[in-house]
């Protein structure tokens, strides 16, 4: 049977997976296409191991989606399906993501996100300071600690983190205040000028 998948055609061997429900037929269709899937990808991605992640992840997503929708031309359909899901996972990067720098100053001041999201810097060093930063935030001590995440993170207010964590105003503002300052310190010693905040967001 599989030597005779080379004279089936893209939509006969999608109505064959429909009928049958044999996962033969959609492997003959990913196999056909899957480099182009990952060509993609990594377009979008510019990512190898996140390219080969999504690859696996529409593969499985097709198991359902092909039997929901009337697919003309295979290959073209794919495509999109492609696209849409990188962009999909590039959306919620962003929506996920907060990225902004500590004014001391200025508990409510943030950098431009939208300016942050377009640097050019490079990516593994920039993964480098989020490391670095996450490592730091769990060096302060437990009331610092959740202060900076509800405030910053989480975007609580300050009545918000007083329910929260039993504090009272004053003391919010006082660990909030020397979390940053605490923070700051600690990443001048790793040798980062610029405090950079990108957290993400589990279950958004």
């Not at 508990?107 to 300071?129: A, G, T, V, W």
């Not at 039993?166 to 003391?171: A, T, V």
């Amino acid at each position: 049977m599989l030597k005779n998948f080379s004279d089936i055609s893209d939509e006969n061997l999608v109505q064959l997976y429909r009928d049958t429900n044999k996962m033969h037929y959609l492997g003959e269709l990913f196999k056909r296409y899957s480099l182009m899937c990952f060509a993609i990808s990594v377009k979008y991605l510019k990512n190898e191991a996140e390219a080969q992640d999504a690859v696996m992840n529409i593969f499985e997503k097709c198991f359902t989606d092909i039997k929901k929708f009337e697919i003309t031309n295979f290959k073209s359909w794919l495509h999109s399906v492609v696209r849409n899901h990188c962009l999909s996972i590039k959306r919620n990067e962003h929506k996920n993501v907060i990225t902004a720098a500590f004014n001391l100053s200025d508990e409510n001041s943030f950098m431009d996100l939208e300016k942050i999201l377009h640097q050019n810097e490079d990516s593994n060093d920039k993964e480098k300071k989020l490391k670095m930063l996450e490592d730091a935030i769990n060096m302060l001590n437990d009331k610092q600690k959740s202060c900076i995440e509800l405030f910053y993170l989480q975007k609580k207010s300050y009545e918000d983190i007083c329910s929260i964590t039993g504090l009272n105003n004053n003391e919010v503002k006082s660990y909030i205040q020397n979390g940053k300052r605490n923070l700051k310190n600690i990443l001048t010693e790793k040798g980062i000028d610029l405090i950079i905040l990108a957290w993400a967001i589990a279950n958004v």
